[in-house]
């Protein structure tokens, strides 16, 4: 649940409903009660509902999930309506049918059903598609049913469920609070505020702002430190979230993929616009008929239009969600997978990424460096008892040995983990004390111990002392070691209530030690990546000892390892500069992860972040492409915009060249829409001004287009050349531009080429021939009553030889190579371009020919024309070849 720019949209009682809503005043009102009461008054108790109440509830109120998607199919099929491009073929078909044009009025009706019932049709079978994959991504919540702790996911939880949270989890809906132990939650969600929030069960008085309320939490906010349970009061669209969801749903911030679709589409609109008012003008004054010259500017902008984009686009992207679907890569967002594909910087964690995930503790010795079960005790202990987010080193802890802790003490209180801090600890009752046990890093650990034990032996903690055991620790880690230190301190048990501010004047105990190898797959997807051209940086908070070994044995360079600390104070410009150069950065804190990405950002790198923890969330939202596993907190996972079933670089290799092939089929379209569309404005603007009658009926020129939409269908499934895949892929609009300038005029020469030989060699530019007797008859019926034959021929030459051009350079524009020959179109796609050329010649000697203003070809306008095409092909292939050189793929 990323953040809808919630802040925009508060009312005067600064919250998201509007002011007064049943929501908002149950909300209210449960805060004012204590917890005791709002339970009472919600029928529930803390050892959470029945689940026949639980039925009986989620009939009452439904699942606890916000839709956003626009109402049901006639609804989507609405809003796909009202896009311009459709919007200007409806004009088009409603002028058509007000001057009596029946066959205008069909074909356009036809371009319709094409281009938004094929729309919908693809983008509805892609959408069930996509939503089954991203049901593979679960997010789940801890809740009390019957006394029992169970974990159920979040669409299942109803009003008067008790919510068990801890650091990492979402809050999954909105929570009356009734027990807390140093709780902090980021409410940045929903009012933008990126400062921790602290949160208590007491009883509020006198606040009127439901987000004011300090014993609420609401959907959409995450828990930083501490442990809660709350009673739910709202879910669903009735959320605080559900309601800024659905009043922004469709508004989602536009990627760098939206921004690049919408710069396509706006060049085009520009040159119909451009291209309309000059053939108007041109016809209407050479022509002196202005009802033709603006049917004909009308069917030129359809001809224009890239009605054919929204279809492309969905099912390319769909289709590439599913790909990579097969490589345990779940797309969260659909848009997201252009930048995946153009992702050049690769920051990522080297836990689990570049190691196996697999941690061991090997060492548990006191500070003499002798292995103490004492120390493996107390580690035992404060792993066991802590009830936040249990990290990969507790369970090798715990899976280390086992200690009947619960028989000999009992919890008495937690100090949370933060990452100031950088130590967690739990207070428990043993052996007649009140024992804080802390564990942590070792330096931050050390802040806070004034002595250290050796056996029995308690003695002072002196210089000389603690620098011998900080090189042990240096020497560990610099062997690959991650190494945590154990303190304790003893109370009366008269002191049950514990805060960090206790952790001081500790008795250092010793150090455990843990070892996580590294994958032996991680050399071979670097040199993957590296050959894809990603650059792989590894952004952590663990220390750089431990980081450049690991880095060190998997083939990374670990001369420019910058730390955290040589981070602060840097300008934002000696920041991004350093950013740039280094390939190891280490004792990151959150918030410098996200200054490094940014950074990188500004340097103009499309950057992808890998991470599963809950400091990884602020990076995975600042970063072009988001990445988590299925493994992830549910914060990250939520922050992330795509999700790997394996963590692993190879997953990730394996998505970004999916990726790749996606935006490279996206681009076929494009640049074959630009070049034809440029190629036809010369075309049309030249033959408007110096031919004595229309170039092409505008019937004709709709039929073309429609024809050449048909023959773009197969696009999607298009093979893409290898070659393509190797290198990142960004929106590029000015080698559009570029190419079609190049390109586009190409078709023209052979257009005029055709006009020639229409005019001349078969003697269309004398427009008092009659048809040939056998054909005067079929003739007689011809689409323009004051069409005469010699127009008819013209018009149906070139028509002919457009829709062969225009569809047979598909091939060539879809490859950099040899088409045919080095590079082949997929079965789908040959099929379709090979339908509406054999369609395009077959027309002209259909018995419904004449209706559309066609006649029959000589025989030998064939052998003229497979001339052209064959002369077309080369010398466009040629001036590709040379293009590409000369500027590049991008």
Known sequence: MKAPAAAAVKNKNGTGHPAGTDQERLLLEACLLTPEECLARLRSREKGLAEEEVEDKRREYGRNEVSTKQGGLLLRTYHRVANPLV?????????????????????????????????????????????????????TVNVMRDGREAEIPLAEIVPGDIVVLDAGTLVPADLRLISTKDFFVSQSALTGESMPVEKSPAAAAGIKAALELPNACFQGSNVLSGTARGVVINTGARTFFGAITKKLAGQR??????????????????????????????????????????????????????EMLPMIVTVNLAKGALAMSRQKVIVKKLASIQNFGAIDVLCTDKTGTLTQDRVILEKYVDISGK???????????????????????????????????????????????????????????YEGDHVLICKGAVEDVFKVCSSYQVEDDVLPLIDVIKQDVLEDYAALSADGYRVLAIGYREFSRDKTTFSAADECDMILLGYIAFFDPPKET?????????????????????????????????????????????????????????????????????????????????????????????????ALKKADVGISVDTAVDVAKEAA??????????????????????????????????????????????????????????????????????????????????????????????????????????????????????????????????????????????????????????????????????????????????????????????????????????????????????????????????????????????????????????
């Open 641 to 890: 915009d795509i999700v790997l079933l394996e963590k692993s670089l190879l997953v990730l290799d394996a998505g970004i060249i999916e990726g790749r092939k996606v935006f490279g089929n996206i681009i076929k379209y494009i640049r074959m829409g630009a070049s034809s569309n440029f190629g036809n404005m010369f075309s049309v603007v030249g033959g408007s001004f110096f031919l004595p009658f229309l170039p092409m009926l505008p019937i004709q020129v709709l039929m073309n287009n429609m024809l050449y939409d048909i023959s773009q269908i197969g696009i999607p499934s298009d093979r893409v050349d290898p070659e393509f895949s190797t290198t990142p892929r960004k929106w590029n609009i000015g080698n559009i531009r570029r190419f079609m300038t190049f390109i586009g005029p190409m078709s023209s020469i052979f257009d005029y080429a055709t006009f020639l030989l229409m005019l001349f060699f078969f003697g269309c530019v004398n427009l008092g021939a009659a048809a040939p007797a056998w054909l005067a008859a079929q003739f007689a019926g011809a689409a323009a009553p004051d069409q005469t034959y010699a127009a008819a021929l013209f018009h149906t030459g070139w028509f002919v030889e457009s829709i062969l051009t225009q569809t047979l350079i598909v091939h060539i524009i879809r490859t950099r190579k040899i088409p045919f020959i080095q590079s082949r179109a997929s079965p789908v796609m040959l099929f379709f371009t090979l339908l509406v050329m054999a369609l395009g010649a077959a027309l002209p000697y259909l018995p419904f020919a004449g209706y559309f203003g066609f006649v029959p070809l000589p025989a030998i306008y064939w052998a003229w024309i497979g001339g052209f095409l064959a002369m077309y092909c080369v010398l466009t292939h040629l001036v590709k070849t040379w293009f590409f050189r000369r500027y590049g793929v991008d």
């Open 522 to 618: 991680t050399a071979q997807a670097l040199r993957a990546l590296k050959d894809a051209g990603v650059a792989v940086k590894i952004l952590t908070g663990d220390n750089d000892l431990v980081t450049r070994k690991v880095c060190k044995d998997v083939g990374i360079d670990v001369e420019h390892l910058v730390t955290g600390p040589q981070l602060v104070g840097l300008s934002a410009e000696l920041l991004a500069e350093t950013a740039e150069k280094a390939t190891v950065l280490a004792r990151l804190s959150p918030t410098q992860k996200e200054q490094v990405i940014q950074a990188l950002q500004g340097k103009g790198h499309v950057v992808g972040f890998m991470g599963d923890g809950i400091n990884d969330a602020p």
């Open 371 to 429: 292995q103490s079960d004492e120390v493996l005790r107390y580690a035992y202990m404060n792993s066991f008892y802590q009830t936040g987010l249990r990290n990969l080193l507790d369970r090798a802890v715990l899976a280390h040995g086992e200690f009947e802790v619960e028989r000999r003490c009992r919890k008495v209180d937690e100090i949370p983990f933060d990452f100031t801090r950088k130590r967690m600890s739990v207070v428990v009752e």
């Open 87 to 139: 919007v200007q073929l409806l004009i088009i078909a409603g002028v058509s049918l007000a001057m009596g044009d029946l066959r205008s009025f069909l074909v356009v009706g036809g371009m319709l059903v094409l281009s938004v019932g094929l729309s919908s049709l693809q983008e509805e079978r892609s959408g069930r598609a996509v939503d089954k994959l991203q049901a593979m991504v679960r997010t």
């Open 253 to 306: 911030s536009r990627s760098s993929f939206d921004k690049g679709i919408s710069g396509f589409t706006w060049l085009m609109i520009r040159f119909m616009v451009v291209m309309v008012a000059v053939v108007f003008l041109i016809i209407g004054i050479t022509k002196h008929n202005w009802l033709d010259a603006l049917m004909f500017g009308l069917s030129i902008a359809v001809g224009l239009t890239p």
